[in-house]
């Protein structure tokens, strides 16, 4: 059976190598650093997270604007006794004209052109969780963008919950140095093959407005809104609506920076330690969220200050960060490091004879 694969694989490679425009291999290396101190909070506990993810892929570039993507996510996180802790496929087609562009099936999350938060994603979900199972759309213009993707997290089994999320976005720059734009997140936390009866809708929407600007620093500013709409359909007590406001601003040199995002609101976790049919509490299950966006004292304040920079016309990325976190009543600390570099030779090009 495995011998009857790979022939077929080999198959599959030569016809579309001789029917391509383009052949490219891509190998994407990342290593993350992400150690928490949060004990005694209400808002996540203590864990150090240190793996390297290799996503090594062939890509056949059919014609200009057709292109189809298959290879592997593999995942090792440093000092387990496993040789690779987590290998999953990527399998997409991808169609892309400049304007109007697509995906379908498994790709990474720098497919989308949507701004968001971590009220939607934290740092240590995106590691995790860094591909889109699913579709996306998108329109990308010169001063505006808009997309719609739907990521299947969960498939309906005795072990998973049947578990969906839909993504939209749209925005736009205006007077220069201006943009707005709203993104939103509609999730559908449904029911184990198990039992049934115990589906939760979470849906946050955040419309924003900003600005970009250089006065001897590198300038951001942003206004948000966060406005979320949940039900335990279980407990049956209809939908709750918490919301809250989020200022964001950063400053930086050559590559070195200091951000600061306030929250001030209502918790965007109401059901973080509410238990499902099988026992377990939703908590990460169902928020993938920073967990400090679900603190009690109806404020949050993120300060990072670290360095970060791109080299080798993009293929490098450095990333080091030391984030202080408060919860309206005590202080905690977070450090991130993340290095990461891009691999993309062209193995075979049609239109230039090689």
Same mark, same amino acid.
């Given at each position: 059976?495995?011998?009857?694969?790979?022939?077929?694989?080999?198959?599959?490679?030569?016809?579309?190598?001789?029917?391509?425009?383009?052949?490219?291999?891509?190998?994407?290396?990342?290593?993350?650093?992400?150690?928490?101190?949060?004990?005694?909070?209400?808002?996540?506990?203590?864990?150090?997270?240190?793996?390297?993810?290799?996503?090594?892929?062939?890509?056949?570039?059919?014609?200009?604007?057709?292109?189809?993507?298959?290879?592997?996510?593999?995942?090792?996180?440093?000092?387990?006794?496993?040789?690779?802790?987590?290998?999953?496929?990527?399998?997409?087609?991808?169609?892309?004209?400049?304007?109007?562009?697509?995906?379908?099936?498994?790709?990474?999350?720098?497919?989308?052109?949507?701004?968001?938060?971590?009220? &939607?994603?934290?740092? +240590? %979900?995106?590691?995790? =969780?860094?591909?889109?199972?699913?579709?996306?759309?998108? !329109?990308? *213009?010169? $001063?505006?963008?808009?997309?719609?993707?739907?990521?299947?997290?969960?498939?309906?089994?005795?072990?998973?919950?049947?578990?969906?999320?839909?993504?939209?976005?749209?925005?736009?720059?205006?007077?220069?140095?201006?943009?707005?734009?709203?993104?939103?997140?509609?999730?559908? &936390?449904?029911?184990? +093959? %198990?039992?049934?009866? =115990?589906?939760?809708?979470?849906?946050?929407?955040?419309? !924003?407005? *900003?600005? $970009?600007?250089?006065?001897?620093?590198?300038?951001?500013?942003?206004?948000?809104?966060?406005?979320?709409?949940?039900?335990?359909?279980?407990?049956?007590?209809?939908?709750?609506?918490?919301?809250?406001?989020?200022?964001?601003?950063?400053?930086?040199?050559?590559?070195?920076?200091?951000?600061?995002?306030?929250?001030?609101?209502?918790?965007?976790?109401?059901?973080?330690?509410?238990?499902?049919?099988? *026992?377990?509490?939703?908590?990460?299950?169902?928020?993938?969220?920073?967990?400090?966006?679900?603190?009690?004292?109806?404020?949050?304040?993120?300060?990072?200050?670290?360095?970060?920079?791109?080299?080798?016309?993009?293929?490098?990325?450095?990333?080091?960060?030391?984030?202080?976190?408060?919860?309206?009543?005590?202080?905690?600390?977070?450090?991130?490091?993340?290095?990461?570099?891009?691999?993309?030779?062209?193995?075979?090009?049609?239109?230039?004879?090689?």
């Amino acid at each position: 059976m495995i011998k009857r694969s790979f022939l077929i694989f080999i198959f599959l490679c030569t016809a579309l190598t001789l029917r391509s425009q383009e052949l490219f291999f891509n190998g994407n290396v990342a290593t993350w650093f992400d150690n928490t101190e949060y004990a005694g909070s209400d808002c996540g506990s203590s864990r150090t997270i240190f793996a390297v993810e290799f996503d090594p892929s062939l890509g056949w570039r059919i014609d200009k604007n057709n292109t189809i993507v298959i290879g592997a996510q593999l995942l090792k996180d440093f000092g387990s006794d496993k040789f690779i802790n987590r290998a999953d496929p990527i399998a997409y087609y991808r169609y892309d004209n400049g304007t109007y562009g697509a995906n379908a099936g498994i790709f990474g999350r720098d497919e989308l052109v949507g701004r968001y938060s971590r009220a &939607f994603y934290s740092d +240590s %979900t995106l590691i995790y =969780n860094s591909c889109i199972q699913g579709v996306a759309m998108r !329109y990308t *213009g010169q $001063k505006a963008f808009a997309e719609l993707a739907v990521d299947w997290v969960g498939m309906y089994s005795p072990s998973t919950r049947e578990q969906f999320r839909v993504l939209a976005a749209a925005g736009g720059k205006f007077a220069d140095c201006f943009d707005a734009g709203v993104s939103m997140s509609l999730q559908h &936390f449904a029911n184990k +093959s %198990t039992f049934s009866g =115990n589906v939760v809708d979470n849906i946050l929407i955040n419309p !924003y407005i *900003g600005a $970009k600007f250089n006065a001897l620093l590198d300038f951001e500013v942003r206004i948000g809104y966060l406005q979320s709409m949940q039900q335990d359909r279980m407990q049956g007590n209809g939908w709750i609506t918490p919301f809250g406001g989020e200022l964001y601003l950063r400053m930086g040199w050559k590559g070195i920076f200091i951000d600061n995002n306030l929250y001030v609101g209502k918790s965007l976790t109401p059901f973080w330690n509410t238990s499902g049919r099988d *026992g377990l509490p939703y908590a990460e299950s169902l928020y993938t969220c920073d967990p400090f966006y679900g603190t009690t004292h109806k404020v949050y304040n993120r300060t990072g200050i670290g360095y970060e920079r791109k080299f080798l016309n993009d293929n490098i990325s450095v990333r080091a960060e030391m984030v202080l976190q408060c919860n309206g009543a005590k202080l905690y600390c977070q450090q991130l490091v993340s290095v990461s570099a891009k691999i993309c030779p062209t193995i075979y090009d049609k239109t230039k004879h090689k």
